[in-house]
């Protein structure tokens, strides 16, 4: 009995398959090209959307950077303002108390050497100390509230003749304490105002954009306002929460 | 073979010499719409009968050749011209009828193999059937089973690669083709009448 087999049979239907066409209805490469044109046109119109998307993601990202840059330079305006300032000030106190210092010294002792000078202020030349030693002689000093107060601390003038370096530091260290309260003051105003400017950026400046602000030392947890009848809740303090807490190394 | 495919492509579009595949694929590869046709008019009627086996009836062929040459004109720059172009084109048209038979997916009818005792006689001819109608027996097979065919008796593809493709097992594979053959043969029987059916022994 002789049958066809498996491979014999899947051959000839190849065969039968072979350069065989089909023909197509007129209408189908028109549906075709109808297709490919609506696609050609939805491709645009996504490329024209990723490239509208990019364009507000850029303009937005730049308009962002561009925002903070300016809000950072305004910040480090007003510190390098605030810091010339301050430098300013602390300048001529001390040239103030130099010239007191100087005075005081030369009249009173003038073998003493100049040792607490050129420590204190050790842009100031001797020369210059010199001249202006002869104007401050030539000319009545009136002493500064420092040296009001040293003055008043002092006895008598035999105590000023064995006058150390530490009683010359004295004012100084006066000085700068109250320069450098100045600056404490003047820099927390600034500082304050910078946070101001920039913006939300913690827990803590969340809360105090809320809420009122309070120190964060003081044992209080709310503060409330008391000033009309109806107290309101003004102030969390967030101290003890210990946010971000910075390892002490 | 491609020298030959160009050939069959110059004379039946009645191209001239300056007119070539090359130039046909370049006009292609730029989107030029009347290449596009060109192209498409030559190898389509092809590509129909590719389709015809593969789907239930005319209207999701055709379907499945407008997607497959959405592709082709879409991917024509990545054709290489050391190919045949032919070849390439019928490569896509497979995989999207493929494609469109995954996306389709109906529940796969396996059905247990059971041996055909009819036999077709070795000297039936295959010729007096007409492709159409062997087209209509092979759509007439479930889809599973009628994917599974094409690709392992017409395409060429192994047992696991058709396993792969189709996210079945190979086993399952053999079982279709099995059950293809035996359904086909049993058609074929059917058809040739008992006046073809010459058995021996």
């Given amino acids: 009995m002789q049958h066809i087999q498996d491979k014999e049979f899947d051959q000839r239907l190849r065969d039968q398959f072979e350069n065989s066409e089909i023909e197509l209805p007129a209408s189908s490469w028109s549906d075709l090209e109808h297709v490919l044109h609506l696609q050609k046109k939805r491709g645009a119109l996504y490329r024209r959307r990723w490239l509208v998307a990019a364009s507000v993601l850029l303009l937005s990202s730049l308009g962002a950077y561009m925002s903070y840059y300016a809000s950072h330079q305004v910040i480090s305006k007003e510190r390098l303002a605030l810091n010339t300032s301050t430098r300013q000030e602390r300048s001529t106190v001390v040239e103030n108390k130099e010239k007191v210092i100087t005075e005081r010294v030369d009249s009173n002792n003038p073998d003493l050497p100049v040792r607490g000078r050129i420590s204190l202020a050790p842009t100031v030349e001797v020369g210059k100390v010199e001249s202006e030693k002869n104007d401050i002689e030539a000319q009545p000093v009136i002493p500064m509230k420092e040296e009001i107060m040293l003055s008043s601390l002092q006895p008598s003038s035999d105590i000023a003749r064995h006058v150390d370096n530490k009683t010359l530091y004295k004012p100084d260290k006066l000085a700068f304490l109250q320069a450098s309260n100045e600056i404490s003051l003047e820099t927390d105003s600034g500082v304050e105002d910078a946070d101001q400017q920039r913006g939300i950026r913690n827990v803590g400046d969340l809360v105090n954009y809320v809420v009122d602000k309070v120190d964060k030392r003081a044992e209080k947890i709310l503060k409330f306002k008391t000033d009309d009848d109806n107290s309101s809740l003004i102030a969390i303090n967030i101290g003890m929460l210990k946010l971000n807490q910075k390892k002490q190394k | ?201």
């Fill in chain 2, 1 to 201: 073979m491609y020298s030959l495919f160009i050939l069959s492509l110059t004379e039946q579009m009645k191209l001239t010499p300056k007119l070539n595949l090359d130039n046909l694929l370049e006009g292609c590869r730029a989107g030029d719409r009347k290449a596009q046709e060109l192209l498409y008019k030559q190898t389509a009627p092809k590509m129909m009968v590719v389709c015809m086996r593969y789907a239930r009836d005319r209207m999701e062929a055709e379907d499945i050749l407008q997607l497959g040459y959405i592709k082709v004109f879409g991917k024509i720059s990545e054709f290489r011209s050391a190919g045949s172009l032919e070849g390439w084109i019928r490569r896509i048209i497979v995989n999207t009828a493929i494609e469109s038979y995954r996306r389709n997916l109906r529940m796969m009818n396996i059905v247990p193999i059971t041996e055909n005792e009819e036999q077709i006689a070795a000297d039936f001819d295959f010729s007096r059937m007409g492709m159409q109608v062997l087209l209509k027996l092979i759509q007439g097979l479930s889809d599973g089973t009628r994917v599974v065919f094409n690709m392992y008796v017409m395409e060429g593809f192994s047992h696991q690669e058709i396993a792969d493709s189709l996210g079945i097992s190979a086993g399952a594979s053999k079982s279709q083709l099995s059950r293809a053959r035996a359904v086909l043969k049993q058609e074929i029987i059917k058809m040739e009448g008992i006046d073809y059916a010459t058995y021996t022994g």
